[in-house]
């Protein structure tokens, strides 16, 4: 059987805060159901591009959350095809718990990532400990 899958990035404009700061989120598609969640992290207003779902520019704080957020893209996709490889019936729900679990994000004053060190089935041996 054959599966749709897409992840994509948005802001939330109406939820941004006085610095201009706008909180990121991500919205995984699987067959035509949908999660959304917040990745946790505020990019500025000025340099957030609705169409692409990404920073623009080459400022500091554009490069690091398009890292960032490729990091996202790679983490679900290895979650998403694992669980394929695993079974047959892969919801959004499950990719997205999956994530949410194995994934914590820490943004205290600029964007600072650090991966779970948590193993299990879904992470391989020697997880990423990283500060982005």
């Known amino acids: 059987m054959k599966s749709t899958f897409r992840i994509l990035f948005y802001a939330k404009w109406e939820a941004s805060d006085e610095a201009k700061m706008l909180p990121i989120y991500v919205r995984i598609t699987i067959n035509g159901t949908k999660a959304r969640f917040s990745l946790k992290i505020r990019v500025s207003k000025k340099i957030w591009d609705a169409k692409s779902g990404r920073a623009i520019g080459h400022s500091h704080e554009a490069l690091q959350a398009n890292r960032y957020l490729d990091s996202v ?21 499950i990719v997205q718990h999956t994530f949410t679990n194995y994934a914590e994000i820490v943004v205290p004053n600029a964007l600072r990532i650090l991966f779970c060190s948590n193993q299990s089935p879904h992470t391989p041996q020697g997880q990423l400990h990283s500060t982005a």
């Open 73 to 93: 893209v790679t983490r679900i996709n290895t979650i998403y095809y694992r669980l394929c490889e695993q079974s047959e019936a892969v919801t959004h729900q």
